[in-house]
């Protein structure tokens, strides 16, 4: 099993959940997260201010999957949150030793 994390946009979410429940992924925990990639600060203007942002706001989801279904969900995610542009987010992959469903207590892939 490989637990993914997928660092994205604001704005590209709604893409990136639409495309994976057209895959069949059915569960993910997504969170709101600030951060800084290469590009470190970035200047921003609201309203005719210029202020410069040094951590900027971004989605993380997180999926457990299957080995099997690993490259597919991976494939679809930066399909969708994909813009061309620097700051597009990242992709991590970790391996999961063990799921537990606590209200079944079923184990593995199962559990998913």
Do not use: F, W
């Amino acid at each position: 099993m490989k637990k993914i994390e997928a660092i994205i946009r604001h704005h590209k979410l709604d893409d990136v959940k639409n495309a994976l429940a057209t895959i069949g992924v059915q569960g993910m925990t997504v969170t709101e997260v600030r951060g800084m990639g290469r590009a470190g600060q970035v200047i921003e203007s609201y309203r005719g201010q210029v202020y410069s942002v040094d951590l900027t706001p971004r989605m993380l989801i997180e999926l457990v999957v299957s080995d099997e279904a690993c490259p597919q969900i991976i494939q679809t995610v930066m399909i969708a949150a994909r813009t061309g542009q620097v700051g597009d987010g990242r992709i991590l992959v970790t391996s999961i030793e063990d799921v537990i469903r606590v209200r079944t207590g079923e184990t593995g892939v199962e559990a998913l």
